[in-house]
């Protein structure tokens, strides 16, 4: 109720007069007013309430049509609309808690967020691009909400990535209940996480995905479905069974279903009552499938009446809440015609300072342009993260029992670190813990017994969807944990390339800040395992090292796994963290326990091997090919300097120049495709930075420009071999 106080007051309403029962009681009403009647009786709801209902609707609405305006006019550059949305999510806002529940709304649900707590103020800043945006601060388009004070998650333009996001958030949760920790993010023991859709998006397959983690795990998920009949022009009856989501789920076991008429907040205001109730108890997730109408078309670059008749608009014009709602208040003599009108006049000139307020607020400056695509506290390249290795026992630890032990130390280091993935844990029934069996710990082996030494809850198993893995980890990230995932094969983790790409690199950046992704990405890459073929033999750095806001780290050496994935661990950024799947278990690549604070600054190279002719610049597989190679030709009288980058974004150019500097040749080495590898890149730096050091072309050694084939033969020609870096270095020293 202080909140209402306060949002009154900040709005200038009135308190209205306590409804007029008599006159209520003696109006003749139909069956349907009633039943919306009986429901304001039954939650006691004053004219105060309706009138901040009303109030909320309008204000969406003038906001949508000030957009549309700001457009025509220039001043806006896109507008996408919640124009008949609004009465559920009027509902809504009127029950849930901002800055207590947490909100992954979809574009359609502007309502929703007036309701909460955003001003028009901050809304029109958005359509402008300015820094009153609180959402983005100028660098995502508007209808993308987002209030950090609110509660409500910055969203992408992606539909149906939130979804996993959601449950994420809620997961993440019940972890911080379940730890009792006095330094703890903050969580209560009831929250309601909310993330909605069109009809549309629940075509998406992480749709379905969330819901079904979600009623696994019994999370308190409120998944609104809006539906508006239309995906842009693709009608329902297209893309969902029987025409409907909630006929389509009715049978689903662990979801509770709501169906309801959107248009009219007082019976969303019962359904939204009884699902809140239902989630807070614990009871699992709830599915609210709201029909509603789009009065507006899809956007401004779209044109409805080129596909919906005008008798099927003129129905929804009738049904439209805008409409239908003041006709329902003043039938019933809950508030008169003049109150309606004084809402209306109230709400223009309300937007209409906003607007004025809005226009005069400055765009960001040019040099910030940049900013907030990696953490501005946090620096991974930095001295903060070097620290020397303290050596102790035998050099017989393999990179795969070093990446091992070093997440068994961050485990118990930090309880806010949680890892997951396809067949990481020992055990997926925790009962089975305490038996003689070994449990599975990834088809490498490499987390082995990581569950049995971490606390409850840390280390479990996710279902087989990379998506899933992924877009969990984002909302477990948002709200304050450490996730450390896996995905079991490079090969299939094309399917989280979404989440990966869209969400998880343009979190910290599409929110100004306001919200970061800190979670390290695990993934066995490579081939030169015989056998492996199309499916299991995968590189493909440079597709993540072209995506700003990604660290990207590719270790060749069990001492550099340990102090890399430690940093990884330890920074504020997203790292994908490849691990070449050849040299998990090699002899050539072994350490010593360098110690449990030993760490490597990103971007910084290992210097392989010295030599004055030439330089080989390599990472993952190809280093030891490339000292191998280099090792050959020394007979030749030949000395060739090898250098490990070790991390991609960002490489070190600098021991680039310096070692050029001193060979005046380069060769650069790896396992991807040549064509468009990350050579390339490296390759085109060079030539615009030391174009003076270079005494001959810069020359490449990559896998052939096609799929690995099964066959040993065909797959030794495809790979690059030591034998494909001897003859490439032949020619480089011959020029």
Same mark, same amino acid.
């Given at each position: 109720?202080?909140?209402q ?11 209205? !007069?306590k ?23 039954? *939650?006691?709801l004053?004219?105060d309430?309706?009138k901040?209902?009303?109030h ?14 700001m ?14 949305h ?35 103020y &901050? ?15 100028g ?5 993308h909400?987002g ?13 149906g990535t ?36 069109g ?9 379905w ?10 999370l308190?998920?409120l ?8 995906a842009i022009?693709v009608p ?7 025409g ?15 169906e ?8 969303? *205001? ?10 807070r ?13 789009r009065p ?6 779209d ?6 008749? @005008?008798?099927?608009?003129q129905? &929804? ?7 239908s709602?003041?006709?329902f208040?003043m ?6 015609e003049?109150?309606? =009108? ?10 209409k &300072?906003?607007l ?8 960001p400056?040019?040099? /910030?342009?940049?900013?907030? $695509?990696?953490?501005?506290e ?22 795969a029992?070093?990446?091992?032990m070093t ?14 993935? =396809?067949d ?5 029934q ?5 038996s003689?069996?070994?449990?599975k ?10 569950q049995?030494?971490?606390i ?13 893995i992924i ?9 304050g ?6 995905? @079991? ?5 094309? /399917? ?21 992704c800190?979670?390290v990405?695990?993934v ?7 056998g492996?073929s199309?499916y299991?033999?995968?590189?493909? =750095? ?8 990604i660290?990207v ?10 102090g ?12 994908m963290? $490849?691990?070449?799947?050849?040299l +998990? +278990?090699?002899?050539?690549n ?8 030993y760490?490597?600054p ?6 392989a091997?010295?030599?004055s002719?030439?330089?080989i ?14 090792k050959?030709?020394?007979? @030749?009288?030949?000395?060739? =300097? ?7 974004a ?13 060979t ?18 490296i ?5 615009e930075?030391?174009?003076d050091?270079?005494?001959? !072309? ?16 065909? &797959?030794?020609?495809?790979l ?11 020619? $480089?020293?011959s020029?």
């Amino acid at each position: 109720m202080a909140v209402q106080a306060q949002t009154r007051a900040k709005k200038n309403i009135k308190p209205a !007069p306590k409804l007029n029962k008599k006159k209520v009681a003696t109006k003749k009403v139909s069956s349907k007013q009633k039943k919306k009647l009986d429901i304001i009786k039954k *939650y006691k709801l004053s004219s105060d309430d309706l009138k901040k209902m009303l109030h909320n609707i309008f204000t969406s609405r003038k906001l949508d049509d000030t957009e549309i305006q700001m457009k025509k006019q220039s001043k806006a550059f896109f507008q996408i609309s919640g124009a008949g949305h609004e009465g559920i999510l009027t509902a809504v806002s009127s029950i849930l808690k901002p800055r207590y529940d947490y909100f992954i709304p979809y574009y359609r649900d502007r309502a929703l967020c007036t309701g909460l707590g955003v001003t028009p103020y &901050e809304m029109l800043c958005q359509a402008n691009g300015n820094i009153g945006d609180s959402a983005s601060h100028g660098r995502q388009m508007p209808a993308h909400w987002g209030n950090v004070k609110l509660n409500i998650i910055n969203k992408s333009s992606c539909t149906g990535t939130q979804f996993l996001q959601a449950v994420g958030i809620s997961e993440a949760g019940k972890f911080l209940a379940s730890l009792s920790l006095k330094d703890s993010p903050v969580y209560h023991g009831d929250e309601i996480v909310y993330t909605s859709c069109g009809d549309g998006t629940t075509s998406q397959g992480e749709f379905w995905e969330g819901l079904t983690t979600a009623c696994v795990n019994k999370l308190p998920v409120l998944f609104m479905v809006e539906d508006n009949g239309y995906a842009i022009s693709v009608p329902v009856e297209v893309q969902t069974p029987a025409g409907s989501i909630s006929k389509a789920l009715e049978n689903f076991p662990g979801l509770k279903i709501f169906e309801v008429d959107g248009n009219c907040p007082i019976e969303s *205001y019962e359904v939204i009552k009884e699902a809140e109730k239902y989630l807070r108890a614990g009871h699992g997730p709830v599915l609210v499938h709201a029909h509603v109408t789009r009065p507006y078309s899809h956007s401004l670059s779209d044109d409805h009446s080129m596909y919906r008749t @005008q008798e099927e608009l003129q129905k &929804e014009k009738q049904e439209d809440v805008i409409n239908s709602f003041p006709q329902f208040l003043m039938e019933t003599d809950l508030l008169s015609e003049e109150e309606i =009108e004084g809402l209306k006049n109230q709400v223009t000139k309300e937007v209409k &300072e906003a607007l004025k307020q809005a226009l005069e607020t400055s765009w960001p400056e040019k040099s /910030t342009y940049a900013d907030h $695509l990696y953490s501005e506290e946090v620096d991974p390249t930095s001295s903060e993260f070097e620290a020397e290795a303290n050596f102790s026992g035998k050099n017989d630890i393999p990179m795969a029992s070093a990446i091992n032990m070093t997440l068994k130390a961050e485990l118990k280091r930090n309880p806010l670190m949680r890892m997951f993935g =396809e067949d990481v844990a020992d055990f997926t029934q925790e009962e089975k813990l305490k038996s003689d069996l070994k449990g599975k710990g990834g088809v490498f082996k490499v987390t082995s017994g990581c569950q049995r030494s971490s606390i409850d809850g840390q280390v479990f198993n996710s279902p087989l969807a990379e998506a899933n893995i992924i877009g969990r980890a984002i909302g477990q990230a948002m709200r304050g944990l450490k996730p450390v995932v896996e995905i @079991q094969f490079f090969d299939y983790i094309w /399917t989280a390339y979404m989440q990966l790409k869209n969400e998880m690199a343009t979190t910290r950046y599409r929110s100004g800040g306001d919200f970061k992704c800190p979670m390290v990405v695990r993934v066995p890459i490579g081939g030169y395992l015989r056998g492996g073929s199309i499916y299991h033999s995968q590189s493909g =750095e440079s597709l993540f090292t072209h995506i700003p806001g990604i660290r990207v780290v590719f270790p060749s050496n069990a001492l550099d796994a340990i102090g890399l994935l430690r940093t990884a661990i330890r920074c504020d950024d997203p790292v994908m963290f $490849l691990e070449h799947k050849h040299l +998990y +278990y090699q002899g050539y690549n072994r350490t010593a326990d360098p110690g449990e604070d030993y760490m490597i600054p990103f971007g910084k190279a290992r210097l392989a091997r010295e030599g004055s002719d030439a330089t080989i610049v390599c990472w993952g597989a190809l280093v030891q090919k490339s000292i191998d190679a280099a090792k050959e030709l020394e007979s @030749q009288g030949y000395s060739i =300097e090898v250098l490990d980058l070790r991390t991609l974004a960002p490489f070190d150019m600098e021991s680039i120049k310096k070692s050029l500097s001193k060979t005046n040749r380069i060769l650069i080495a790896h396992e991807e495709h040549k064509t468009s590898g990350f050579a390339g890149e490296i390759a085109a730096r060079i030539n615009e930075e030391c174009f003076d050091l270079l005494d001959a !072309p810069i020359l490449r050694v990559a896998s052939k420009d096609t799929h690995v084939a099964y066959c040993p033969d065909l &797959e030794e020609v495809i790979l690059p071999q030591v034998s494909d870096v001897k003859q490439k270095l032949t020619e $480089l020293l011959s020029f």
